[in-house]
């Protein structure tokens, strides 16, 4: 079985331009991509792209409010429900521009002002929403634990409370994106957690600890995860959301070995 990876465009061959980051995704044997929004970028022209180098977008995320300000995601905001579900809303228009078939959800940082009950309802209300919304368009919700190193106060932190988030909203339309960078750092016991997990888990990512570089650069047995994952018969996309140690070719070395 042959594992399937997308270049995160985010992270990967910062060397160039956005726009021409495509193309070297292509050059470099990736047929997916993803990143973390499209927003900045006319759909169409994204769509083009992905069709000049015969690529499938893999995922993007909802738009997760003010990025630059500090903000990583509006799900958790009380003040923010109505820009949430027009931000779903845009979503949507773009991920049927480019037929990508998966949105994530970054919950966001809770603002100290609410209470936890206002903040764990609100995260609900909006995630139903988003999910049955999605399923209309028939896409997957994926929602992302992340660590606490990274992004300090973050809502949601542990493959646990994912799965007790599902379980509470009121959709089947609502599953897991592993990072396995973030849950080693939050977790651990990555390879029994996936194959506990399997059936939520519709994304993962991949990143070395500590440095968040390349598989091959920290303590991650990377060998062991893909083999394993192939045993599993893992079916989705991995993509690769970390950081070039030193630039993004020298950084593909272990990409081409397996």
Known sequence: MKLKFAANLTMLFNEYDFIDRFEQARKHNFDAVEYLFPYDYNPLELQNLLKEYNLKQALHNLPAGN??????????NPDKIKEFKTGVETAIDYAKTLNCTKLNCLIGIPEKKFSR??????????LEYASEKLKKEKISLLIEAVNTIDIPGFYLNTTSQAKQIISQVKSDNLFLQYDIYHMQIMEGNLSLTIKENLDLIKHIQIADHPGRNEPGTGEINYNFIFEFLKSLKYEGYIGCEYIPKTNTEEGLVWKKLL
């Open 67 to 76: 990025w630059d300000s500090g903000e990583r995601g509006i799900a958790c």
């Open 117 to 126: 009950k206002e903040i764990d309802e609100c995260v609900l209300e909006n």
